[in-house]
């Protein structure tokens, strides 16, 4: 099970596993998260997108609009964001947008 955790919340790779978390000692999941082709797309918990983060490890805030299509608006200082005691978070999330695994492998 993949997670993702930005400040201190927890992100799982699928909806099904999210519904696993409510079961867990360790807490449940704020949400689970859709690698796309140049970004992952945060969901919450009723499966509406609550944000997004793009190749460059910048945030931004994502909601759907009214025909169904996800909007998404990227912060201005995201460096503030990703401090020191980030770093791990940070590394952990370039790993999924930039196509690698912990190792240094490539992968779709």
Same mark, same amino acid.
Not at 13 to 36: I, N, S
């Given at each position: 099970?993949?997670?993702?955790? !930005?400040?201190? @919340? +927890? $992100?799982?790779?699928? #909806? +099904?596993? $999210?519904? /696993?978390?409510? $079961?867990?000692?360790?807490?449940? #999941? ?10 992952? &797309? &945060?969901?919450? %918990?009723?499966? /509406?997108?609550? #944000? ?6 910048? =945030?931004?805030? #994502? +909601? ?12 201005? $200082?995201? %460096? !503030? =964001? ?7 978070? @940070?590394?952990? =999330?370039?790993?999924?947008? +930039?196509?690698? /695994?912990? !190792? ?5």
């Amino acid at each position: 099970m993949a997670t993702i955790t !930005i400040n201190g @919340r +927890k $992100f799982v790779e699928t #909806a +099904k596993e $999210f519904a /696993d978390t409510l $079961f867990q000692p360790d807490g449940t #999941a704020t949400g689970f998260f859709k690698v796309r082709k140049r970004d992952i &797309l &945060l969901f919450d %918990h009723q499966n /509406d997108p609550m #944000a997004v983060v793009n190749r460059e490890l910048v =945030l931004g805030a #994502a +909601k759907r609009t009214g025909d169904g299509k996800v909007w998404h608006s990227y912060l201005p $200082f995201n %460096h !503030i =964001l990703y401090s020191e005691s980030r770093m791990k978070e @940070r590394e952990q =999330l370039e790993t999924l947008t +930039k196509g690698r /695994d912990h !190792i240094g492998y490539f992968f779709k």
